[in-house]
Nanobody, 128 residues
Framework: QVQLQESGPGLVKPSQTLSLTCTVSGGSITTSYYAWSWIRQPPGKGLEWMGVIAYDGSTYYSPSLKSRTSISRDTSKNQFSLQLSSVTPEDTAVYYC????????????????????WGQGTQVTASS
């Protein structure tokens, strides 16, 4: 059974960088052909997909967030992380990490599909 657990500060000041880590147990983040995503849900809104890092380390980001988003991994700790820069109050949301499969690659970027395991989510508030 794969388990994912988000961790990080619950409060971030505007203009600062939001940093979250997802610790994975029950499976390796380097196992073919899985990928690992960050998804968020602002209050009163739907889920917003942010980006993904695949088993081979390749990444793909939402076009609307690409300029502010970075996803990296630490294979020795079986963790992957999210950094979102220049946060505003509009970045307030519950942030989830989740596992999916890589459907294919497009211009070297992994295209995700079929999400099967999710973390419980962590609330992040961007406020001064």
């Amino acid at each position: 059974q794969v388990q994912l657990q988000e961790s990080g500060p619950g409060l971030v000041k505007p203009s600062q960088t939001l940093s979250l880590t997802c610790t994975v147990s029950g499976g390796s983040i380097t196992t073919s052909y899985y990928a690992w995503s960050w998804i968020r849900q602002p209050p009163g809104k739907g889920l917003e997909w942010m980006g993904v890092i695949a088993y081979d380390g390749s990444t793909y980001y939402s076009p609307s967030l690409k300029s502010r988003t970075s996803i990296s991994r630490d294979t020795s700790k079986n963790q992957f992380s999210l950094q979102l820069s220049s946060v505003t109050p509009e970045d307030t949301a519950v942030y989830y990490c989740a596992r999916c499969e890589v459907a294919t690659y497009y211009s070297g970027s992994p295209i995700p599909f079929m999400y099967d395991y999710w973390g419980q989510g962590t609330q992040v508030t961007a406020s001064s």
